[in-house]
């Protein structure tokens, strides 16, 4: 494996700035990577957790999904206040969802090992938390690959009507699931590690297994032995740890969406557009209803709550809602807001590993962090990687390409390379100027016709719209005949951006890491992860 390292302009301005540590970011962070910890340190290891009870849930949940030694003797180590957490999270894609998970997962492992060496007197494990809260199930149901023929496959599960509006963790996988191993077993030419992969998948992937537990197994299965620990917050032990936040905020709430609107205001100023939007009466709070649907709760006043359902809004007397908090502490969720600060109650929190949009929005909850006087973690980005097999490198010498320019003309490079390669530019460049010519001569034309007869005027602007039109026309047919007589070189651009740019959208938020595990072995994201630079602010290619 080769790793190359390039820079690009981000869309998000403010993980733009984050990346480049600029003066701008500073007051909306307590730190940002490369600060001191020794304070933070010290603040977490003398912070009360409820370390005995997560240890207990911890150790049950990791052994009933396989966990290696290396995950239980970390979760035992979490018993001592000088053990300290790297966590990430994700929702509970199947298959692990989009490689970006994986990458998520591998940069929580690294950093771990990264300040294990730094500060022997402390110790600090990884611990993945699923998010599984919400009932997105649209973002979770399905996974996309690239077939042997070169094509984006994508494969679905269907929603049962019985469980829409259930939140993730109450869902069970389908009997179709057993199809997708039929399919993908079809979709790929035999490789060594083929059949390996596929059972390893078929053993975490079952009819009738929750789609939490699913994930879990996997990520164990591909990083216990780094001692990676897995949580499921929906836990009725979590749920009851949590109980006393969810009454602070179903107390509360109007000094939280107070100090959120004047953090959104300096972002503002700051030239920043804020990342998540906020309704002034919510409380940050989901509840499970019986049916089990996820129904959110806002507030009315200060005596009554509101559940919100599609038809419309259900109140309640808020002591009525406390008293089922008290019972049922487990039939309440967080939201987008909530769920960053339930986890760092919970747990002891060092660094938290973020994608680009997780990045931007800890900068509003930073004002809510200060608010309920909860340490806010250093916001770590992600390992963004591209993974580039050899056969996409040959297509790439072939043509002289580098990565910047794949990165910076993605739109453009067919279409340069069809005008280059057939020798057409001289052709294409001289109908643009008679393109140009014909627009000015009607445009010089336009005042001679207005002192003549003003009531043509309308007629020439039709004249000259069907012209260009017909222009157009023709430049769309001369784009073709370029296409037509160089097919090769279309198709292996095609094929070239397909691997970079699936859907027009980075690799690592379309593919799964299935499609490299059956070429390259079952342990591949292990061997990215020995093999992968500490650096996480470049976005790195990686030549396999």
């Not at 990215?528 to 790195?540: G, K, V």
Request: charged content about 25%; some cysteine.
């Amino acid at each position: 494996m080769k790793f190359i390292p390039i820079q690009f302009p981000e869309k998000n301005r403010l993980f733009g700035a984050y990346l480049e540590k600029s003066a701008s970011i500073r007051p909306f962070y307590d730190r940002i990577p490369g600060d001191p910890l020794t304070d933070l340190l010290l603040q977490l290891s003398r912070r009360s957790y409820p370390r005995d009870a997560l240890v207990s849930m911890l150790k049950t949940q990791n052994q009933g999904w396989g966990a290696e030694s290396a995950t239980l003797d970390n979760i035992e180590r979490l018993k001592n206040s000088h053990t300290l957490a790297v966590v990430t999270g994700q929702q509970a894609g199947v298959f692990g969802g989009p490689l970006y998970t994986i990458f998520k997962v591998m940069t929580a492992i690294q950093q771990s090992i990264f300040l294990n060496n730094q500060f022997p007197d402390y110790h600090f494990v990884p611990i993945f938390w699923m998010e599984v809260d919400d009932s997105d199930f649209d973002e979770i149901h399905h996974i996309q690959y690239i077939d042997k023929h070169n094509r984006l496959q994508r494969l679905e599960l269907p929603e049962p009507e019985s469980e829409q509006g259930k939140p993730i963790f109450l869902r069970t996988l389908p009997p179709e699931i057993t199809d997708w191993f039929h399919r993908i077993r079809d979709d790929f030419f035999d490789t060594e590690f083929k059949s390996d992969v596929l059972n390893h998948y078929a053993r975490c992937y079952t009819p009738g297994r929750p789609y939490t537990d699913a994930l879990a197994c996997l990520l164990l299965s591909l990083f216990s032995s780094h001692g990676l620990i897995v949580l499921n917050p929906t836990a009725p032990e979590i749920k009851q740890l949590g109980r006393p936040f969810f009454e602070t905020l179903l107390h509360g709430g109007q000094e939280l969406i107070t100090a959120l609107q004047e953090r959104n205001r300096q972002l503002q100023q700051a030239g920043f557009d804020p990342q998540v939007h906020i309704n002034p009466r919510q409380t940050f709070l989901f509840f499970i209803d019986e049916d089990g649907r996820r129904v959110r709760i806002d507030r009315e006043d200060a005596r009554t709550l509101l559940f919100k359902y599609p038809e419309g809004y259900r109140p309640a007397p808020r002591e009525q809602v406390l008293e089922l908090l008290e019972k049922h502490p487990e039939r309440f969720t967080t939201n987008v807001v909530s769920r960053p600060l339930f986890q760092d109650r919970l747990l002891p929190t060092i660094i938290y590993i973020a994608g680009p949009a997780e990045v931007a929005y800890f900068a509003q909850l930073h004002s809510i962090y200060q608010q309920l006087n909860i340490p806010m973690p250093v916001i770590h980005p992600r390992h963004r990687f591209t993974l580039v097999e050899s056969k996409i490198q040959k297509i790439l010498q072939k043509y002289q390409l580098d990565y910047p320019t794949i990165f910076e003309k993605q739109h453009q490079i067919l279409k340069e390379w069809l005008q280059r390669e057939a020798n057409a530019q001289p052709v294409i460049q001289t109908f643009l100027e008679i393109q140009q010519h014909v627009d000015r001569q009607l445009k010089t034309f336009l005042p001679a016709l207005e002192a003549f007869d003003p009531t043509l005027i309308k007629a020439l602007q039709h004249t000259r719209a069907s012209i260009q039109s017909n222009l157009n026309k023709f430049q769309q047919k001369l784009e073709r005949s370029l296409q037509n007589r160089h097919q090769t070189l279309t198709r292996q651009l095609e094929k070239m951006l397909l691997h970079f740019f699936p859907q027009h959208a980075p690799q690592e938020r379309v593919l799964n890491m299935i499609y490299f595990q059956i070429k390259y072995g079952w342990q591949f994201p292990d061997q990215l992860l020995e093999r992968m630079p500490a650096d996480t602010l470049p976005h790195w290619i990686v030549e396999l």
